[in-house]
């Protein structure tokens, strides 16, 4: 989806260290986009993209000789993508679709309900342009890994899904994503409640628990007295968010869990809306927009099965 | 889907023709029977199937050599077929779907909503496992053949869609389907009215007609003097029927058009539903079933484009 980071470079460092050829597609996939999400506003950073891929491929070059290079970047125009009918964002909308429900339509897919129809449909696309040996995404993006593996098997695709730890912030571990560059210094500064609050959670795991209720419990006390915090602060000092949810799920149905079972582990993982700041001081460090549209910040952990 | 008969030979024969490889895929897919359409009673001809076929891969050997005959018969269990969710043909059904809109909303989409989901998913899984050059498909199934060509196009699947014309009865034309064997003596006569219809839409066509009611006034005109005619007879003797649709359609889009673009061409097609007998006579030669279900008949013509 273009706007690279760090997270996207591991992928194609990974796939360079197992693979002969890396082919990497920068497309910005209109049918994920919901017709109230604005697509337009998506950052689009085509010339610092080339630039990123051009120099790890150079990196990767002369680390590891002709092999793992970057053999070709895949850009593809829309046209090409969608070649028969304009596409289409509408929940109802007409087109040529790859529905994988019931996953596609919890956690993410609640709040965004046409964004994984875009993201498998496309993603069948590429897989059958490209033909790869294997594809690599990033674990940030816990459901859409599930979603493509879950496509894979079903639509028998003869490709391998290699999923990618998240790449995170070298200070305080927030996980790496283009939205990132929306949140200046105050909003970033908050905005690891998301990530603390899974930690917590993951902690009660590792001390024992199963029970859904108490390992959420801690993921909320995090979250509660992180936001009763910034209540307490006046409005040129703080940084609001709501929590949209906190999840423990089955790792493959992502179904919600009431007890984990340790021969399948779970996955830990959340969503939060930094709410655009309610007063801005003089000389403060704001991000790109200026700190006013909110910003939706997702993370996960996965609570490995334990080992038998 | 079983229940073999010449056209579906004929496929096969093409395929030897043109291909040194031929697999053919023998599979009852449950997610293109709707919740209130009988899957169970749909003619499962297993034995006869693979007869038929080992004696046309045996005349195939003899007439070609070894190159042509079938290589193999691909029939695979629903578990792998569908290896995560048990399939759903309910119209908010779960699983992994390939949905065609609006293709597979109109003509037999209307009375069938799930099947086209049915028939892409399905395909997609079988052109995935056996990653063939090319696929075959009858022209009496029209629409099916638009729309696979459609997902073939969209999704950039690296295979040849081949029509093959319509099998269809020496003595009158009827085109062959395996739910001919439902239709006795009295119905088999009476089915012909929709090629018939068809035909002679056709001939209006050829005749130099291009508008839409001009075109099919010819085919309604066939069809309702058959109904009147069947009306006028008595129980024992009438087969009464009555017209879902008859269609004069874009080549492509399959939308209703007015006036046929000669460049284009069009597609005439229709269904019919066969009533089941109102009284039977002694001795009359019965179909399967004794007569006793409506039996849907489909066909069409196309229109082709004029040269240029």
Chains 1, 2 share one sequence.
Not at 32 to 46: A, H, I, R
Request: proline share 5%.
């Amino acid at each position: 989806m273009g706007a690279l980071h760090q997270g996207h470079l591991s992928l194609v460092r990974q796939a360079a260290a197992e693979n002969d050829r890396v082919f990497v597609s920068v497309y910005v996939n209109p049918t994920q986009f919901g017709v109230n999400e604005d697509l337009g506003s998506y950052p689009k950073t085509w010339d610092k993209d080339i630039a990123m891929l051009r120099q790890l491929s150079s990196d990767l070059k002369e680390t590891s000789g002709h092999e793992g290079a970057i053999d070709a970047i895949f850009a593809p125009t829309t046209k090409s993508m969608y070649p028969t009918l304009p596409p289409d964002s509408s929940l109802s909308g007409t087109g040529s679709f790859v529905n994988i429900t019931p996953l596609g339509n919890l956690l993410e897919g609640k709040s965004r309900p046409v964004f994984f129809r875009g993201v498998a449909t496309v993603c069948m696309k590429l897989f059958n342009i490209v033909q790869p040996t294997r594809v690599y995404f990033g674990q940030k993006d816990v459901q859409q890994t599930v979603i493509i593996k879950r496509m894979v098997r079903d639509f028998h695709l003869d490709t391998e899904v290699r999923v990618i730890p998240t790449e995170r912030e070298k200070d305080d571990g927030l996980a790496m994503s283009s939205r990132n560059v929306y949140l200046g210094d105050r909003r970033r500064r908050v905005g690891i409640v998301l990530y603390q609050a899974l930690q917590a959670a993951e902690a009660a795991y590792r001390m024992g628990m199963r029970r859904r209720e108490e390992v959420l419990a801690f993921a909320w006390e995090v979250a509660n007295r992180t936001s009763a915090a910034q209540d307490e602060h006046g409005v040129e000092e703080r940084a609001r968010f709501e929590v949209d949810y906190i999840s423990l799920a089955d790792p493959e149905t992502l179904e919600e869990v009431h007890i984990v079972n340790e021969a399948k582990g779970a996955v830990l993982s959340g969503a939060i809306k930094m709410l655009p700041l309610e007063s801005v001081r003089a000389g403060e460090r704001l991000g790109m927009g200026g700190d006013e549209v909110a910003v939706r910040l997702i993370d996960n952990i996965v609570l490995a099965p334990r080992p038998t």
